[in-house]
């Protein structure tokens, strides 16, 4: 689909504030040259972002970089010249769209060459191939690399022993080797303030959340979603701008919620809400507004979904603590979406299936993402044993466009809602 | 009365079946979808329509006792000589389309001895080939205009090219050019005048034993009967393409589903092998889909993979199934992939193995992929039915047999022989309740 037949996307000025955020941040980035500022590389789940800032350092996050190549429509070429350079064809696209921007000269989206990063700082926070990644990343650039291993929730629960030993790690590695990249002294009273603004945006970004259980639900907790949190775990967590941004949403949503509106769309608020899913698994991004409007052309809303959670279960009670900000960071790692184990994930599903009041369960299982797709069809077996509520299964990829066929998305997504229609009224329609 | 319609538009044919109000099935019919899935939506619609009007016909018969015992061969005889009538008019589109499309500086001063010789060839067709085409033995390979028409006029058009010193690649091209004009365009729906005369060639065709007279007045009640299309659903890869609205529309997973349930009401899991697609579907015990699950962008180990592995071996895809029923070794084949599958082919010949051995192993490989679909959808339950057009291939029935009983014991396999209508049928039920039980 070419840009010129898309119809206008409406935006709200969350959505222009946002924007100009995100560009501000690539202006930032590839301006370090100039400014000298100090770079870090790392990534999305468990991200450090208010102790980054402690040592006024930018950071860069690959993951973000792969996403916005996606969305423009530039990946496919990436990842196919990974795989030229011998990278093979189930390996995650994210790491592959990586290391083909690399070879394209490393160009940000505001078409100014990235920076290469000072450090590299590897969070563990449930997918091993971060470890993989970050190992190319550091034969690539040779610069110092910290890990920050965060001790995976097998039996579903945080002990104090696992925390302890992330504090340990941040004070014993990772702010050290921050003090020596960046030349700042590490101080502690300036991080309490950032994991104050941190706490004030992510009672919003909660309630944002939440106000999906209105019907109609003002929001759209999957496609919408991945707008709304988008500053929160990229960049911005920490920032003024975050909590004026998350200001300015819930502002815009009370509204939605007054004038009984339904989630806005890039064609518009969407009319009748008829069927209310959550969703588990990563979006497509490589066709991001296509796959959208599978769903809004049905009157198919995302009420919940568990892929907005990979940057932090805020909604399950977490915030970020000044009162205790090293324990306080251990805690958010360890509790990421991705770090949890399948019964975690199932109950989280389960909650939010009834909490949300949804007609079903859809999961997108990512074609190169054996973190987040092994045992999904085990979670939607469970999910439909303990609601009696439809699920559904479909298959794309993060941002490899060879691996999204319309056609077969569509095909399921029709099947699936007329599923959710037969069943719901069941009964009167059921002699043969 | 009013009709219920459900039409499937598959990637390779496109299925109709017409039902009346209380969900009896009156029709079916079936055309190639080609390239023209608008052409093949009526074409499959009005063939189901010539179905169900026989099916009426049939109704009053069996109310004659003057007739009785004999239904079937009369329903035989009208089906046959209506088929005929509907040969001969379709042979004079394409006899005139013929003439129409001799024109062009490459037949310029031939054009005469051209038309002649194709007059001469379609006088031929229409007055020796279509009787013995349609006489009461006759086998005829396919139902479709093109293939009766098409292998008759190649060897006429031989001959009569030869005797009339005309270049017989002048007649195949006219052919060639007009074929897919004729193709798209459906036969008059003038259907009782052909069920008339029809009606004539069968009074002939009979016996002196029986009351011939008897026989008009059924057939006159049966073809006054009003047909009223009532309500249509759409289903397959080309619904989009069907001028209805979105209500009118279902997938073909439902429509799989409620057909089979209509077929077997006892069935839970249901197997749709289709041109293009795989689709394990679990029911509940009345017809509703409670999970499914289909091959992903790859059409490996689809239909589509047997018409590739035809192609390959330079066979017709129906010949297939019988030459790996004939095996007697058991060779393993690893790719359901469509690319591969033809490497592994000729490698496997390469090594001297039978062909008949590397079909069985490849019919094989299907089913392996369609039993890894249907065991992620929720594996199989008693009772288990197999719809689509591979059902109809019995090599790959057997290995299904095989497999189904390794890893899910004694579980009743229901296999319709109206299977490929399953979707179709499931439609038109939904057109009936959106009506009847609405």
């Given at each position: 689909m070419s840009a010129k037949t898309n119809p206008e996307v409406i935006k709200e000025s969350s959505m222009v504030k946002q924007k100009g955020m995100i560009a501000g941040n690539y202006d930032r980035l590839t301006g370090t040259k100039e400014s000298g500022e100090k770079v870090v590389s790392t990534f999305v789940p468990g991200n450090l972002n208010e102790l980054i800032m402690c040592f006024d350092m930018v950071n860069n996050l690959p993951e973000t970089n792969a996403i916005q190549n996606g969305m423009r429509k530039q990946s496919g070429g990436m990842i196919m010249d990974a795989e030229k350079a011998g990278h093979s064809e189930d390996v995650c696209t994210y790491v592959k769209a990586d290391i083909?921007?690399?070879?394209?000269?490393?160009?940000?989206?505001?078409?100014?060459?990235?920076?290469?990063?000072?450090?590299?700082?590897?969070?563990?926070?449930?997918?091993?191939?971060?470890?993989?990644?970050?190992?190319?990343?550091?034969?690539?650039?040779?610069?110092?690399?910290?890990?920050?291993?965060?001790?995976?929730?097998?039996?579903?629960?945080?002990?104090?022993?696992?925390?302890?030993?992330?504090?340990?790690?941040?004070?014993?590695?990772?702010?050290?080797?921050?003090?020596?990249?960046?030349?700042?002294?590490?101080?502690?009273?300036?991080?309490?303030?950032?994991?104050?603004?941190?706490?004030?945006?992510?009672?919003?970004?909660?309630?944002?959340?939440?106000?999906?259980?209105?019907?109609?639900?003002?929001?759209?907790?999957?496609?919408?979603?991945?707008?709304?949190?988008?500053?929160?775990?990229?960049?911005?967590?920490?920032?003024?701008?975050?909590?004026?941004?998350?200001?300015?949403?819930?502002?815009?949503?009370?509204?939605?919620?007054?004038?009984?509106?339904?989630?806005?769309?890039?064609?518009?608020?969407?009319?009748?809400?008829?069927?209310?899913?959550?969703?588990?698994?990563?979006?497509?991004?490589?066709?991001?507004?296509?796959?959208?409007?599978?769903?809004?052309?049905?009157?198919?809303?995302?009420?919940?979904?568990?892929?907005?959670?990979?940057?932090?279960?805020?909604?399950?009670?977490?915030?970020?603590?000044?009162?205790?900000?090293?324990?306080?960071?251990?805690?958010?790692?360890?509790?990421?979406?991705a770090n949890n184990n399948l019964p975690q994930r199932v109950e989280l599903l389960e909650k939010y299936m009834n909490e949300y009041q949804a007609d079903g369960l859809l999961i997108n299982s990512i074609k190169s993402c054996n973190s987040f797709s092994a045992g999904q069809l085990l979670m939607m077996r469970e999910i439909e044993k303990r609601t009696g509520k439809p699920a559904a299964f479909i298959e794309t990829d993060l941002v490899d466009p060879r691996y999204f066929s319309h056609a077969n998305v569509k095909n399921r997504l029709e099947s699936y809602f007329q599923m959710v229609d037969q069943k719901r009224s069941g009964a009167s329609l059921a002699t043969a | 009365m009013e009709c219920f319609v459900g039409i499937d538009l598959g990637s390779t044919t496109t299925k109709a079946v017409v039902m009346d109000d209380k969900g009896q099935v009156l029709g079916r019919g079936i055309t190639n979808s080609r390239s023209n899935y608008d052409t093949a939506a009526r074409v499959s619609k009005l063939e189901a329509f010539i179905d169900a009007r026989l099916s009426l016909i049939r109704r009053e018969l069996d109310k004659e006792p003057a007739v009785a015992g004999r239904v079937d061969e009369i329903i035989d005889g009208l089906t046959r000589n209506f088929r005929r009538e509907q040969f001969i008019e379709q042979l004079g589109d394409l006899e005139q389309t013929c003439v129409a499309n001799v024109e062009g500086p490459r037949f310029a001063g031939k054009e005469k001895a051209i038309v002649g010789a194709l007059t001469e060839v379609f006088r031929r067709l229409r007055e020796e080939e279509a009787d013995k085409l349609f006489a009461p033995d006759a086998q005829r390979k396919s139902d479709f205009f093109r293939d009766l028409a098409g292998s008759r006029f190649m060897q006429i058009g031989e001959e009569v090219a030869r005797a009339n010193g005309v270049e017989f690649d002048h007649l195949l091209h006219m052919y060639d050019k007009s074929i897919i004009e004729v193709e798209n365009r459906p036969p008059s729906a003038d259907m009782n005048r052909k069920f008339r005369s029809a009606m004539e060639r069968v009074r002939g065709e009979m016996s002196s034993a029986l009351d011939t007279a008897a026989l008009g007045a059924p057939i006159d009640a049966a073809l006054d009967i009003e047909m009223s299309e009532r309500y249509v659903v759409g289903t397959g890869y080309g619904r989009v393409r069907l001028p209805f609205p979105k209500e009118h529309i279902r997938s073909e997973i439902l429509c799989h589903g409620l057909g089979a349930h209509l077929m077997y009401p006892k069935t839970r899991t249901v197997l749709d092998i289709g041109g293009q697609?795989?689709?394990?579907?679990?029911?509940?015990?009345?017809?509703?889909?409670?999970?499914?699950?289909?091959?992903?962008?790859?059409?490996?180990?689809?239909?589509?993979?047997?018409?590739?592995?035809?192609?390959?071996?330079?066979?017709?895809?129906?010949?297939?199934?019988?030459?790996?029923?004939?095996?007697?070794?058991?060779?393993?084949?690893?790719?359901?992939?469509?690319?591969?599958?033809?490497?592994?082919?000729?490698?496997?010949?390469?090594?001297?193995?039978?062909?008949?051995?590397?079909?069985?192993?490849?019919?094989?490989?299907?089913?392996?992929?369609?039993?890894?679909?249907?065991?992620?959808?929720?594996?199989?339950?008693?009772?288990?039915?197999?719809?689509?057009?591979?059902?109809?291939?019995?090599?790959?029935?057997?290995?299904?047999?095989?497999?189904?009983?390794?890893?899910?014991?004694?579980?009743?396999?229901?296999?319709?022989?109206?299977?490929?209508?399953?979707g179709a049928l499931g439609a038109s039920e939904f057109a009936r309740r959106a009506v009847v039980e609405a």
């Open positions: 083909g921007m690399m070879g394209r000269g490393n160009i940000a989206p505001n078409g100014k060459p990235m920076p290469a990063p000072d450090m590299l700082l590897l969070s563990y926070t449930g997918c091993f191939t971060f470890m993989k990644w970050f190992e190319l990343l550091r034969h690539e650039y040779k610069c110092p690399t910290v890990m920050l291993q965060i001790p995976y929730q097998g039996d579903g629960k945080i002990t104090k022993n696992m925390r302890d030993f992330v504090v340990k790690q941040l004070k014993e590695e990772v702010i050290p080797m921050f003090e020596q990249v960046s030349g700042v002294k590490f101080d502690i009273d300036r991080l309490r303030e950032y994991l104050k603004n941190s706490a004030k945006a992510e009672d919003n970004l909660v309630w944002v959340l939440e106000s999906a259980k209105n019907r109609p639900s003002p929001i759209d907790a999957y496609f919408g979603g991945v707008y709304y949190i988008g500053p929160m775990f990229t960049a911005f967590r920490g920032t003024t701008d975050a909590v004026e941004y998350y200001d300015l949403v819930r502002g815009e949503i009370e509204q939605r919620i007054r004038e009984g509106k339904g989630p806005i769309t890039p064609e518009g608020d969407m009319k009748e809400e008829k069927y209310r899913l959550v969703v588990e698994g990563p979006p497509n991004w490589t066709s991001f507004r296509e796959f959208w409007k599978l769903f809004y052309d049905e009157g198919a809303v995302v009420v919940a979904s568990s892929y907005t959670k990979v940057g932090g279960l805020y909604d399950q009670g977490f915030r970020h603590d000044p009162n205790d900000p090293l324990g306080t960071l251990a805690d958010y790692c360890l509790g990421c979406y | 697609d795989t689709k394990g579907i679990q029911i509940d015990d009345k017809g509703i889909v409670v999970n499914f699950q289909m091959n992903d962008r790859c059409a490996a180990g689809t239909g589509r993979y047997l018409g590739y592995v035809a192609d390959e071996m330079n066979m017709g895809l129906h010949e297939l199934g019988p030459l790996a029923m004939k095996s007697t070794k058991s060779i393993r084949i690893n790719s359901t992939c469509t690319v591969f599958a033809g490497a592994e082919l000729r490698d496997r010949l390469a090594l001297g193995d039978k062909r008949e051995d590397i079909l069985a192993g490849l019919h094989r490989a299907i089913m392996l992929r369609a039993m890894s679909i249907i065991s992620r959808s929720g594996g199989i339950t008693d009772q288990f039915t197999f719809t689509g057009g591979v059902a109809k291939n019995e090599a790959a029935v057997k290995e299904l047999r095989q497999l189904v009983k390794e890893n899910y014991g004694e579980v009743q396999i229901n296999i319709d022989p109206d299977s490929i209508y399953t």
